[in-house]
């Protein structure tokens, strides 16, 4: 599967030498970098393992899409949340509000910061500081706070944040998951799959 120059996947069949061997090279895709979570990459090798070796059909990768987005819903924010770099900060303006230029990371790395402030739990939880590495997720908008994005400390999510925040699956289907599949869709020539629009193929597809 050839995505692009040094972006593939390959079923290795022969071996430098005259053995015979059964296995998969990966170079440049999603599941090959430090940024994907464990669990993604698991998603995302069953699909290049399926087609490589299983041999699937366009249908078939539809149905495991279809599968893992219903997993993948019910999956803890630790299991999904990437894993990003906090390496430019950007001053905050005032309470969860940030100067004009601030990137996704700068901005849910200063959100937990003043969140834990503001709900006196900084003594339970440690400060996000510039440099670190740091687990980031999407949460649905509607809290009562507004905010889009939060990032905090691998193993070190806030339980306090359960009742505040709800994690945004459908945002992080689509960056995690479907997204990283753009080239290998365009390698298959398989179609382009959405979950939340299972029902409506499944019904054309009679």
């Not at 090798?45 to 366009?58: A, F, P, Q, S, T």
């Not at 430019?88 to 849910?108: C, P, Q, W």
């Not at 440099?131 to 691998?154: L, M, T, W």
């Not at 070190?156 to 997204?179: G, R, T």
Request: net charge neutral; proline share 3%; hydrophobic share 40%.
């Amino acid at each position: 599967i050839y995505e692009r120059k040094k972006h593939y996947a390959v079923h290795k069949i022969l071996s430098e030498g005259p053995e015979l061997v059964d296995d998969v090279k990966f170079s440049g895709i999603e599941l090959k970098k430090a940024s994907t979570p464990a669990t993604v990459k698991d998603i995302l090798r069953d699909i290049y393992l399926g087609v490589l070796k299983e041999d699937w059909n366009e249908h078939q990768f539809i149905e495991y899409v279809n599968a893992a987005y219903e997993k993948f819903k019910q999956l803890t924010v630790s299991d999904i949340a990437m894993w990003k770099g906090y390496n430019t900060g950007r001053e905050a303006v005032g309470f969860l509000d940030m100067e004009v230029g601030a990137t996704g990371i700068s901005k849910a790395c200063t959100y937990y910061n003043q969140m834990i402030d503001h709900l006196k739990i900084g003594k339970k939880y440690d400060t996000i500081l510039l440099g670190q590495k740091v687990r980031f997720a999407y949460v649905i908008p509607s809290n009562e706070y507004g905010i889009e994005c939060i990032a905090f400390h691998d193993g070190q999510w806030p339980i306090e944040f359960d009742s505040i925040f709800k994690v945004d699956y459908d945002v992080m289907f689509d960056k995690m998951v479907l997204s990283p599949l753009k080239g290998f869709l365009e390698a298959t020539k398989f179609k382009k799959v959405d979950p939340r629009k299972q029902v409506v193929f499944d019904i054309f597809n009679l």
